[in-house]
């Protein structure tokens, strides 16, 4: 039998009366320009009509026969051209999956004993207006075992792909690339949901091998300007008719090695619909391992998440910015998907020491994803979310360098952004994460129930917490530690302005134990004591740390040390009081302080300010001027014990937070002589009018810090 490309096939007489099968290549069939000739003695014509003549021998002649035609095709290595069939393909397939797919190269079928079948340059575009490629792929391979139909199998000896670009995609709007979900509206008509029918798979079917290689996977989100890039080397494995599935393949992601592992039922459960069937795959790169689960049951469908790794700093490129250097994490749990968000409604979290349990919506917005969690936790350590624990070790990275998606418009190479060029290896501080560039990369909604709160090894107790984040605010709408016989309470508002914040909140702290921060960096320290804080203050600034400079409102402060350790504490106000110590009784031990000021744009008069030792009561005046850095204190002592010579003098501290320096008014030091002077000359009859004070104050400084203060002493 002869293949003529391109012509048919027609019978004919040469001058030797021998039968001829011939190609017709021009209208009138008159040609033998093209084609093989085969030559059949005349005395075959009657061995054929013979056959014909019998059933028995026609069916074999049809069997036979195309068996023939097809030993031909394979001894004349003869390449079948289908290329005819892209354009019902290409309609088609964009019709099922309601956006542009394309079969623009070259469809072969090469005969064999094993055909094959080769198709170039297949692509699957986006939604209809939306920029880039989902899938594209140069060529794929496809061998069949012809002969194993004979037996009622249908197997693959192999399958092989490369040159594979899949572009995930996010837009502005929240909406993925990778939603094939059937629209029900094309070209204009109405379509009715067809219920499912079920079909029974009637042979044996086998992938012996597959092998995938050059594959280019890459993230990009629109609206968050996140990106990453995978790439794949290879891809190989197998789905047999009764073994699981196995496909295993390398790559890089951040220029780091990749391993991919996905195992699943076998194809016979997969074709029969068996109620139970997996796949399971898991990623793992040197910060990061990602397992994803899917299972069929006859109960439904079932999908577990987990990724873990040594920081969520890797998670960096996902996110958007730097997240913080906090770790070691693991995050699982079973994931839904449903009106238009994912549901992870039994999810387990670890970090560092923290655990976390609750349930978590991930809703994709208009321009950024919303994280709603209900969370609860058995223990929490403050130091797993320290904010100073941002420092980089690697830049975060968006891919490998150079990564490039292709613009479906133009078919331009465009460079995908890398965020490492614009992170940087410093770390980061508070301005950072409440900044525009990190709150617009999404929206959150947390409330969490704590039981055990600690600092480092001491526990504080337990409370609870409700904040709101959007693109420009943050809203702390309850914030609450109970600690014994007090608490700490926070509310509060903070909104981004075009240069600055505007902060709006009020603080609470009774009976805190401040040992506690000085034994989470000197754990052998016996330094405790209590404090009493209360802010209620309204700030407009530049920068969070000169919330003080700009604002306005009421700073209570007291404090009771119980063991005191010079040095324990290095800062400005510390540093006023042992100046006031100092310059009448340093070595009388220390009751309690009591600060209540009034803020009024960035300088603070004070509306009770009282230092008490066992020995003095020193009461004072001050302005603090947070604008200028300044200090002006004027201090005046009293002594506990009825004594003929006091010569206990007001003093006035003036100067900077850095330097300042005691200063004692001539007329001051006069009237303390004088004063004492009386007291030895009249026999101590002034002394009959001081009213003595107790050596420990302490009930006063309650007192003095207002109604709603109780003290609770070890």
């Excluded at 290549?25 to 033998?32: H, L, M, R, V, W």
């Excluded at 890459?218 to 080397?233: E, F």
């Excluded at 014994?484 to 009020?506: N, R, S, V």
């Excluded at 009448?584 to 302080?593: A, D, K, R, T, Y």
């Amino acid at each position: 039998m002869i293949v003529f490309p391109g012509g048919a096939t027609g019978i004919a007489a040469d001058s030797g009366g021998r039968r001829v099968l011939f190609d017709t290549n021009s209208a009138g069939g008159q040609s033998f320009s093209r084609g093989v000739l085969i030559y059949l003695p005349l005395d075959w014509q009657d061995a054929i009509r013979a056959m014909i003549r019998s059933p028995l021998a026609a069916g074999a002649l049809l069997i036979l026969f195309p068996l023939f035609m097809w030993l031909l095709l394979i001894a004349l290595q003869v390449t079948l051209p289908l290329s005819s069939l892209n354009a019902p393909l290409t309609h088609a397939a964009s019709a099922a999956l309601d956006r542009p797919v394309s079969f623009t190269g070259d469809i072969r079928l090469v005969p064999s004993l094993v055909p094959t079948l080769e198709v170039t340059d297949i692509s699957i575009g986006n939604p209809t207006g939306r920029e880039g490629k989902l899938v594209h792929i140069e060529r794929v391979h496809m061998e069949l075992d012809l002969l194993s139909l004979l037996f009622q199998e249908f197997v693959l000896e192999s399958i092989q792909a490369n040159g594979v670009t899949i572009g995930l995609w996010v837009y502005e709007d929240g909406s993925q690339n990778w939603d094939l979900s059937p629209e029900h509206e094309l070209g204009g008509t109405q379509l009715s949901e067809q219920p499912a029918v079920e079909q029974a798979w009637i042979m044996a079917a086998d992938v012996r091998h597959i092998d995938i290689s050059d594959i280019s996977i890459s993230y990009i989100d629109l609206a968050r300007g996140a990106n990453l890039a995978w790439d794949m080397d290879s891809l190989r494995g197998h789905l047999p008719w009764s073994e699981e599935l196995l496909l295993q393949g390398k790559g890089h992601y951040l220029q780091q090695p990749m391993e991919l592992a996905v195992t699943g039922g076998t194809l016979q459960d997969l074709l029969l619909n068996a109620p139970d069937w997996f796949v399971h795959a898991e990623l793992k790169t040197p910060g990061l391992q990602l397992a994803l689960n899917w299972d069929r049951h006859s109960s439904g469908n079932e999908t577990t998440l987990s990724v873990q790794g040594p920081s969520l700093h890797t998670l960096s490129p996902v996110a958007g910015f730097d997240v913080p250097a906090w770790g070691p994490y693991r995050a699982a749990g079973k994931l839904a998907y449903t009106d238009n968000s994912y549901v992870i409604p039994n999810l387990e979290l670890e970090l560092g020491e923290s655990r976390m349990n609750g349930v978590v919506h991930f809703r994709m917005g208009d321009q950024a994803p919303h994280l709603d969690a209900d969370l609860s936790s058995t223990r929490l350590q403050l130091d797993d979310f320290w904010i100073g624990a941002v420092a980089q070790e690697q830049p975060a990275s968006t891919g490998q360098e150079g990564a490039t998606v292709e613009d479906s418009a133009t078919g331009a190479a465009v460079a995908i952004p890398n965020v490492a060029e614009e992170n940087s290896l410093e770390p980061r501080g508070i301005e950072y994460f409440l900044s525009g560039e990190v709150l617009e990369n999404f929206s959150l909604d947390l409330k969490l129930e704590f039981q055990e709160l600690f600092l480092g090894q001491s526990l504080l107790g337990d409370g609870r917490l409700s904040v709101r984040t959007e693109a420009d605010s943050v809203t702390v709408r309850d914030l609450r530690v109970n600690i014994p016989e007090g608490g700490i309470d926070l509310t509060g508002k903070m909104a981004l302005l075009a240069q600055g914040y505007a902060l709006d909140f009020q603080l609470r702290v009774a009976n805190f134990d401040y040992g506690v921060l000085v034994r989470h960096d000197d754990p052998e320290s016996e330094v405790h004591g209590k404090v009493y804080l209360n802010l209620d203050l309204q700030s407009t600034t530049p920068h969070l740390e000169d919330t003080l400079r700009h604002g306005s409102g009421l700073v209570d402060v007291g404090v009771w040390p119980e063991v005191y350790q010079p040095g324990t504490f290095d800062t400005w106000s510390v540093g006023l009081v042992k100046a006031s110590l100092e310059q009448f009784e340093p070595q009388s031990p220390l009751n309690c302080v009591v600060s209540r000021f009034e803020l009024d744009k960035g300088v603070m008069h004070e509306r009770s300010l009282m230092i008490d030792t066992e020995k003095m009561r020193v009461l004072g005046d001050a302005v603090i001027d947070f604008k200028e850095q300044t200090v002006d204190v004027i201090l005046v002592p009293r002594i506990k014990e009825r004594i003929f010579v006091n010569l206990a003098t007001p003093v006035q501290l003036i100067g900077s937070f850095q330097d300042f320096e005691p200063r004692v008014k001539g007329s001051d030091i006069a009237f303390s002589v004088v004063r004492s002077g009386l007291n030895i000359v009249l026999l101590g009859i002034p002394l009959l009018f001081q009213t003595t004070l107790q050596p420990d104050g302490s009930a006063d400084c309650l007192r003095a810090m207002g109604k709603d203060t109780r003290l609770s002493r070890k």
